[in-house]
């Protein structure tokens, strides 16, 4: 957030941060140049815990940025948090996205003498920008952000400047126009309590906002860019306009892809993926989770063995801990909590610990509880995620299961380079899912009026099943079961009728035709029949009533694609049957009770 007008920044900075709080932080912080000063402050913890270390106190200035961080490189604390200075203290950053080279940079300004004092990616461009620095703000942000690589939406100030110089590239920012002031953010909520005139930035464009005015850049020529004016509620803007925190988050999906490949994918790494791990010496991997996340490692498991012909062993958290199952040694322990404060995940990690096997846990929340317990971390790059329903933390545990397995995987260099190039390519293919949604929607009301749903699939479409089925009984309120589907005829076929709508899971690998052969056992039992299946897949409408189309990726990946698609069936029929989604009954985000 940035503010520069005639007004006091501190508190319009501080009042636009709060509106902001709903998407989740850690810490917090604000710099404005008063007196000719740069002038930060900053807090581990909410906004109101930085009000009171300022007791009341107005710095003054009525030019300003201010930042809540989510972590994402180095714990939440007070020197990680934002605004991030330069060595003298002149200049101030605040950055939402992720430097990519900065380790790379960081060493080489390390090596000029810079000091720096987090361990944040974002300190690298107040080096930078101090290095480049020679009188006019605008032109050092503009050669520092040539040496940048990644993400960001940033907003910097110079002592000796009244102006705030503002660049966008892969993350959100939006200008806020208001009388003689103006106003820079993240998100719109941000803005609204003071103007409803906005013009959002486009990747690439650099802003230069003084009092009297701006001018948006792009590769170095003025551009134009449309106002527009804002008609939502802050309610509405918190969602991005969306309806619901779930279906904003299941549309985030394709930027989640990008940013867990991107902290995790090296050029020059032996193998692209960089996860800083040994590969096992181990003669096993045990995953431990719950609920989603335990859908997530089952996923895993299909892949880590296709890939690295390592044995994976999945468990329910919840069980292994009171299991009397012998652990070894040789095993390597693997927790998979988005939240990470899952307490039969902790539990079951405390115990593998106990048993002297290395841990690996994998997490979405940076200094969450299971960051201080397992031996090594791989964080995956969703963002906070308000829904109780995990979809794009989901998608992220994939993608790094995926890597994790690549990792281990002793594959030729050609396969593994086709491996990278097709999961670059997923962000594509999801959006190309989610440009469809209209037809997802549709075929959801072909179950919303049962009470009994089935999903089925093979191989690694089976826990594709568990998950949609998971999902729609979740936030519908359907009773819905995943099952195997070669397992409907040891049981559930009792419970087959017209009045039960099967969903089957598709994908064009070698359990094809084995699950063709059982859907038709299915249909001879009469329930409505709906296939997500690969946009490529001429025989499957033959099978059954209706097709969900996902897009083609290799078949290894297809639990990506299909589980997107199962989101979107699960929010639209939840939808249409006026439930609550976002805070389904009865349930929690983070469990934290055994
Ligand atoms: C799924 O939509 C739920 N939110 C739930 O099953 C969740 O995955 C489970 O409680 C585990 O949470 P964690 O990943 O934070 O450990």
């Not at 100030?157 to 002031?181: N, T």
Request: proline share 3%; charged share 25%; aromatic share 6%.
């Amino acid at each position: 957030m940035g503010y520069i007008g005639k007004r006091s920044a501190q508190p319009i900075i501080l009042g636009a941060l709060k509106r902001l709080e709903y998407r989740g932080y850690d810490s917090c912080g604000f710099a404005v140049l008063s007196n000719g000063k740069i002038e930060v402050f900053k807090e581990r913890g909410s906004i109101d815990e930085l009000e009171k270390a300022l007791s009341g106190v107005n710095v003054g200035g009525t030019v300003g940025v201010g930042h809540t961080r989510w972590a994402t490189h180095g714990e939440p604390s007070r020197r990680n948090a934002h605004p991030h200075t330069d060595c003298k203290g002149d200049i101030a950053v605040v950055h939402n996205g992720i430097i990519e080279n900065f380790q790379h940079l960081r060493e080489t300004l390390a090596a000029e003498g810079h000091v720096f004092r987090s361990d944040t990616d974002t300190e690298v461009v107040a080096h930078l920008v101090e290095r480049y620095y020679n009188g006019n703000l605008e032109e050092a942000v503009r050669r520092a952000l040539h040496e940048v690589k990644g993400s960001y939406a940033l907003a910097i100030l110079h002592k000796a400047d009244e102006k705030i110089v503002a660049a966008r590239s892969r993350s959100p920012l939006v200008l806020g126009v208001g009388d003689s002031e103006f106003f820079v953010a993240s998100d719109v909520p941000a803005l609204l309590e003071h103007t409803n005139r906005v013009v959002h930035l486009e990747d690439g464009d650099l802003v230069i906002i003084t009092r009297e005015g701006f001018r948006i850049e792009n590769g170095g020529n003025v551009v134009p860019r449309k106002m527009e004016t804002v008609l939502w509620s802050i309610e509405d803007a918190e969602r991005g306009g969306y309806e619901h925190f779930m279906l904003k988050e299941i549309h985030e999906t394709p930027r989640v892809i990008e940013n867990t490949l991107a902290t995790h994918l090296r050029d020059g790494v032996l193998g692209g993926v960089d996860l800083d791990l040994d590969v096992p010496q181990s003669s096993e991997i045990l995953m431990v989770a719950c609920g989603t996340s335990f859908h997530a490692a089952l996923v895993g498991k299909y892949v880590i063995e296709e890939l690295a012909s390592v044995p994976v062993r999945v468990e329910l958290a919840s069980e292994f801990n009171y299991a009397t199952t012998p652990l070894s040694r040789e095993t390597l322990v693997v927790g998979i909590t988005q939240s990470g404060e899952t307490a039969d995940t902790l539990s079951a990690l405390k115990r593998a610990k106990a048993a002297g096997c290395a841990t690996l846990a994998i997490t979405n929340v940076l200094g969450s509880s299971v960051t201080r317990l397992a031996d090594r971390i791989i964080y995956t790059r969703a963002g906070p995620e308000i829904c109780v329903a995990a979809t794009k933390t989901f998608t992220a545990q994939l993608i790094t299961l995926y890597l994790l397995a690549l990792h281990f995987s002793s594959i030729e260099l050609a396969e593994r380079q086709k491996m990278l190039k097709e999961l670059r390519r997923l962000p594509t293919a999801v959006q190309r899912v989610l440009d469809a949604e209209d037809e997802i929607k549709e075929v959801s009301g072909r179950i919303t009026s049962y009470e009994n749903v089935f999903f089925i699939g093979r191989g690694i479409s089976f826990p594709v099943a568990l998950e949609g089925a998971l999902k729609l009984k979740e936030i519908s309120y359907i009773h819905a079961e995943g099952y195997a589907a070669g397992e409907l005829k040891h049981g559930p076929f009792a419970l087959l009728t017209e009045e039960t709508p099967v969903v089957a899971v598709v994908a064009p690998d070698r359990t094809y035709d084995i699950m063709l052969n059982n859907i038709k056992e299915v249909k001879a039992r009469k329930p409505p029949v709906i296939a997500v299946a690969d946009e490529h897949d001429e025989e499957i409408e033959k099978y059954v009533d209706f097709v969900i189309r996902t897009s083609h990726v290799e078949p290894i990946f297809s639990a990506i694609t299909n589980s997107v698609a199962l989101q979107l069936l699960a929010y639209y029929a939840a939808k249409e049957r006026g439930c609550e989604i976002d805070k389904p009954r009865n349930l929690a985000k983070s469990v934290t009770v055994e």
